[in-house]
Structure formats: C-alpha cells, structure tokens
C-alpha cells in the first residue's frame, strides 16, 4: 500500500554533514506524520525527529540545534550537521498513513557512520 524509499546515508567524519531523504508512494491517503528514527547496533530504535500534517515540529533533546527535518508532500528530509559519533546508527523513515499506529510504515533504513 505505502512505500518509503530512503537515501542520503553514509560515512562522515565528525562535525561533518549529511542530509537524508525519504519518498513515499502509495495509497496516501492521511498523512497525519513523518518522522526519522534511528537505532544502532544494540540500543532501542529512537525518535530522533518528526513532523505533524498541522506543521509542528518534535526533535530529540541530542539532536536539537544540529538536525532540522522539514517535509514537502509525501518527501520528508532531515539535515544532520555538527555530527557526531554518537549519531552512528541506522536511520529508518516512518509515515503514518491514518489515525493510529496500526496505519504507521516504515522505510528501510539507511545506514549513517559518524567517524574519524
């Protein structure tokens, strides 16, 4: 019904940046939310930023001030700068296509390397 299709992932060195995209195609017909969310290798999958249809705005307390995530139709975009190593993780794009989580989708995933 939904794809994601994600891209702009890749290696860097610290202080670098990168800028990572998302398109969606599909049945959309509610796109109520975008979001990044990022997990690396043994931690729990977080929220690192998203955006409502209403335009507000939510980022992690550890990315706030470096990323910014902005959306144009059914392309959702986060900018990385100021990168750190910490930031190393895979990085997945979610859409949710209605009311409730039941209706979320997810690309899959692009991999960020922050390293000297």
């Known amino acids: 019904q939904v794809q994601l299709v994600e891209s702009g992932g890749g290696l860097v060195q610290p202080g670098g940046s990168l800028r990572l995209s998302c398109a969606a195609s599909?049945?959309?017909?509610?796109?109520?939310?975008m979001g990044w969310y990022r997990q690396a290798p043994g931690k729990q999958r977080e929220l690192v930023a998203r955006?409502?249809?209403?335009?507000s705005t939510n980022y992690a307390d550890s990315v706030k001030g470096r990323f910014t995530i902005s959306r144009t139709n059914a392309t959702v975009y986060l900018q990385m700068n100021s990168l750190k190593s910490e930031d190393t993780a895979v990085y997945y794009c979610?859409?949710?296509?209605?009311?409730?989580?039941?209706?979320?989708?997810w690309g899959q995933g692009t991999q960020v390397a922050v390293s000297s």
């Open positions: 979610k859409l949710r296509n209605g009311l409730v989580a039941q209706d979320d989708y």
């Open positions: 599909g049945m959309l017909f509610s796109v109520n939310a």
């Open positions: 955006c409502t249809s209403g335009g």
